[in-house]
């Protein structure tokens, strides 16, 4: 089965900056990792797939052959085979530590680490995800959303414990206790891993709780206040500290990021901090001039159109586009102008149309002129 292309697994364009992937792969090996997804094999796959698209991309070198070879570049550049590795091995394997130390670091140890135990002490909990949506109004002022989603909080009955009130859970059979599992490579040595029944905690819950099944959580709806600053992007995230899954073991809270979603203008595009909107002008307007109304975010600000003024042309109306989110001067409002040729005439139009159109000469504009000439000239040579 052919590979998908790197940038298009993690989400992203070949323009993408070495943070813009490491968000990108933590978003996704969140959304796909096993512990989120048991016995998910497409969620599976789709994490192995993430994890070498990343291995690729994170690496400068290998990220150079790849964008001028494509895949076949990357043949003996020591890339990993991930679809045939046990999830595991890529987590907690020492092998694979440089390519998530710093995925790691930026989560505090909730999924990866070396051989560590990862459920033997507190852990940080998930962090969570929403979409938030704004119109272009929104985005230049700044603003505060009402957010709802459904989060997991920690179990009042057993005070997420996930065990049934007067009891205690048992030593895991398989791991003794320890959380980990060797495995004998031969020659190689040992390869150790975490307790697949135990999940690395060393200890198995036999009386689950009958509120939360054993799990130490339940669903909970969530309401809370975000502030949006002015000059947000699209796609930008939010990120709300102390409001993602609560973390096991008394282990902190994740976040909760907003992705910011803008929601198209009747007349206004976005183009970095400036405005553009397209200005739809009659001839005798473009050859005679005047003044019009052009929408702005607030209002109709008034703009003067000098006589002869071509199609396509851009004027500017200075402060009246979007703030940058890293402080500093508005952008601004940028008006193309472009010529609207009428579908039917009346008789009187007609008229004075092909009265004007025996006093025209075509030919006196240079740049016209020039390009006939340019015509003739390609057929007289051939």
Known sequence: MA?????????????????????AYRRLAIKYHPDKNPGNKEAEENFKECAEA??????PDKRKRYDQ?????????????????????????????DIFS?????????????????????TRGYDLETTVQLTLEEVSKGCEKTIEFTRQDTCTECSGSGVAKGKKPSRCTICGGSGQV????????????????????????????????????????????????????????IRVTGEGEPGRMGGPRGDLYCYVRVKSHPFLMRDGTNLVVTVPLSFTQMALG??????????????????GSQHGSIMRIRGQGLPDIRGGSKGDLLVQLIVEVPKKLSAEQERLLQEYAKTEEVDVNSESKSFFEKIKQHFNNK
């Not at 940038?7 to 070949?14: A, F, N, S, T, W």
């Not at 990343?54 to 690496?59: A, I, M, N, P, T």
């Not at 702005?296 to 003067?304: A, F, H, I, M, P």
């Open 290 to 307: 005047g003044t019009i109304d052009v929408p702005t975010l607030e209002d109709t600000r008034q703009l003067k159109i000098p006589a």
């Open 182 to 237: 060797g495995r004998s490579l031969g020659v190689f040595g040992q390869m150790v891993s975490t307790c697949p029944q135990c999940h690395g905690t060393g200890q198995v819950i036999t009386d689950p709780c009958k509120k939360c099944k054993g799990k130490g959580h339940v669903p909970k709806k969530r309401k809370l206040s975000v502030k949006i600053p002015a000059g947000v992007h699209e796609g930008q995230d």
């Open 69 to 97: 070879f494509g895949h076949d570049g990357l043949r003996g550049a020591g890339v990993h085979d991930y679809s045939h590795m046990n999830v595991d091995d890529i987590i907690y394997g020492d092998s694979f530590s």
């Open 54 to 59: 990343y291995e690729v991309l994170s690496d």
């Open 102 to 122: 710093s995925i790691a670091d930026a989560i505090s140890g909730t999924f990866f680490g070396g051989r560590r135990s990862r459920q033997q002490g507190p």
């Open 3 to 23: 590979k998908r292309d790197y940038y298009e697994v993690l989400g992203l364009d070949k323009k993408a900056s070495g943070d813009d992937i490491k968000r």
